[in-house]
T-cell receptor, first 112, second 117 residues
Framework: SQQGEEDPQALSIQEGENATMNCSYK?????LQWYRQNSGRGLVHLIL?????REKHSGRLRVTLDTSKKSSSLLITASRAADTASYFC????????????FGTGTQLKVEL | GAVVSQHPSRVICKSGTSVKIECRSL??????MFWYRQFPKQSLMLMAT?????????EQGVEKDKFLINHASLTLSTLTVTSAHPEDSSFYIC?????????????FGPGTRLLVL
């Protein structure tokens, strides 16, 4: 299976704290993406980082990519209750055509 | 921009019946759409790629005669679950590529929850 793995599976923090999620993948990639999914809803694209980039920021999000270790991390700073969701990394599926394979996901719960 | 809708959002059907799920790109044209299924607390699994004007391509292990896909226009793809059984109960999500400079990203519909009794 080409599916990546995410760590931790579940994370519970207090509002205002930072949340870090990690993703490991198996094959060489040219980009990695992070998506968010609220319970029972579709996915929302958060950020894309290309293989020649090591770090990328978007608002309170910071993504890193280490292609030598085949891993990526997503950091959410100053978390809010509204950040409660599942977060998935996604990498291109071998065979092309813009197909994606998703990691196992991290369920984040931010408590007031 | 880049809004994808799905209909219905929720459907309950009897075992043996067929269910059609529609996926529409509302403000852009999508030559390619993707269909996923997701079991509770699990990740998305790609089922098939829907290609406008041609046959869909299915991932390994997905029965093409069970999950019929039609992509008749640049804004509509449909997934029909034929002769549904309880094990087909799942959350079905479609997505479409955005094109442009972020062509690798996908825009997702809100999903359809199917319950087969």
């Amino acid at each position: 299976s080409q599916q990546g793995e995410e760590d931790p599976q579940a994370l519970s923090i207090q509002e205002g704290e930072n949340a870090t999620m990690n993703c490991s993948y198996k094959t060489s990639i040219n980009n990695l993406q992070w998506y968010r999914q609220n319970s029972g809803r579709g996915l929302v694209h958060l950020i894309l980082i290309r293989s020649n980039e090591r770090e990328k920021h978007s608002g309170r999000l910071r993504v890193t990519l280490d292609t030598s270790k085949k891993s990526s991390s997503l950091l959410i700073t100053a978390s809010r209750a509204a950040d409660t969701a599942s977060y998935f990394c996604a990498t291109p599926l071998t065979g092309g055509g813009n197909k994606l394979t998703f990691g196992t996901g991290t369920q984040l719960k931010v408590e007031l | 921009g880049a809004v994808v809708s799905q209909h219905p959002s929720r459907v309950i059907c009897k075992s043996g019946t067929s269910v059609k799920i529609e996926c529409r790109s509302l403000d852009f044209q999508a030559t390619t759409m993707f269909w996923y299924r997701q079991f509770p607390k699990q990740s998305l699994m790609l089922m098939a790629t829907s290609n406008e004007g041609s046959k869909a391509t299915y991932e390994q292990g997905v029965e093409k005669d069970k999950f019929l896909i039609n992509h008749a226009s640049l804004t509509l793809s449909t997934l029909t679950v034929t002769s549904a059984h309880p094990e087909d109960s799942s959350f079905y999500i479609c997505s479409a590529g955005s094109g442009g400079s972020l062509r690798e990203t996908q825009y997702f519909g809100p999903g359809t929850r199917l319950l087969v009794l």
